[in-house]
């Protein structure tokens, strides 16, 4: 009898106790002992600061509607570790995903004893095993893949992918990646394989100025107007179509698959796509929408889609926020919104304190704050507060998404 859903998932949580750990040898040697499942299938490879998964969601029903057999691998989940796998538009089945782990937990073991210092297999490890074996056991053609932190010394960077996407670039995690645009877009930017395809966003000055320094053929998406979605939705849209593109015009030894993109198709795939956590609107009087934006950039492109769906509704903001994350900046960028807000803390361990986030909040001349240590308590403060003419936004962390998504008594999502 092979590992349940919540036996898998119990060991990726043992795992958190060890923490992150850089480099890539203990990934090779873990796909190694699963016979190199990430040679089953071709790729496209995202990285980025904000709208990885997204981007990678989007690209992977675009290459689905095109008849292509297509997986998806993404980072973090809201209420499963089983969300982050994907076949066409399913999440990986629970007991597909107990299986898969426990497969990735006896590599691992076997890994584990050849390593020394103290060192094992991480859990993002284990889990991308997991994921590649499953895609691989699958017979998934192609797999849309995002990164978990950086590009470089991420488990992911094991794919040479024919493509690679990078969203955008911004600051953060700092302490792994380096203080300036220039280093992290450099760290993220190493994912990309000698002569293949990189498809790039939006991005600042410095970052493009290192996106001219690889070797790839570099492709600039740009925005179509009218195109389906709004606000940076969009944009994100408009990478996964180019990549997806791209992904069919690189396959010329795929006869059976089509060389160009087919509008219909494409419309068909963003009509039925969902992006859960990502500007999910969950009620409507008061009008009320979830964001796992986590960065000042990510607060600033949710500001400005909030400006056209709220207008001049009076907005209330709920907000938990990472120890790790510039607070002080994602505050900012809310407070010329906000006509009020609830600070809260989500059940991830390096959630910052309500009362720092009010002060911080009260420094930045933010208008009337109260406190509400309990999540789905604070949205409903939140909602009475701006009355069903109103708007409420619940944001800051994916893991503040994630508890107020889940189901009551769920297990909290990897703090990893």
Known sequence: MSWSLEQGEDHLLSLELFGMKFGLERMRRLLTVLGSPQRAFRSIHVVGTNGKSSTVRMAAAILDAH????????????????????????????????????????????????????????????LTAAAFSELAERGVEVAVVEAGLGGRHDATNVLAAPVAVLTNVGLEHTRWLGPTITDIAREKLAVVAPGSTLVVGELDPEAEAEVAKVDARVVHAETAQGAPFTGFQRNNFAVAKVAAGEFLAAAEDRPAWPASLDEAAVLRAASSLTVP????????????????????????????????????????????????????????????????????????????????????????????????????????????????????????????????????????????
């Open 67 to 126: 008849g292509i057999r297509t997986g998806a691998y993404l980072s973090p989940h809201l209420s499963s570790f089983a969300e982050r796998i994907r076949i066409g538009d399913t999440d990986l089945e629970p007991d597909a995903f107990g299986a898969a782990v426990e497969r990735a937990a006896l590599a691992a073991e076997k890994v584990d004893r050849t390593l020394t210092g103290g060192e094992r297999v991480t859990q993002f490890e284990l």
């Open 277 to 416: 956590g990502r500007f999910q609107v969950v009620a409507d009087a008061p009008l009320t929408i979830f964001d796992g934006a986590h960065n000042p950039s990510g607060v600033a492109a949710l500001a400005s889609a909030l400006r056209d769906a709220v207008g001049e509704k009076p907005l209330v903001a709920v907000l938990s926020v990472l120890d790790d994350k510039d607070a002080a900046g994602m505050l900012r960028e809310l407070v010329p919104l906000a006509s009020g807000a609830v600070f809260t803390a989500s059940r991830n361990p390096r959630a910052l304190s309500p009362a720092t986030l009010a002060s911080l909040w009260e420094q930045l001349g933010g208008p009337a704050a109260e406190i509400e240590g309990d999540p789905r308590a604070a949205v409903e403060r939140a909602q009475a507060l701006s009355g069903e003419a109103g708007a409420v936004v619940a944001t800051g962390s994916i893991y503040l998404v994630a508890d107020l998504l889940a189901e009551p008594g769920r297990r909290r999502a990897s703090a990893l």
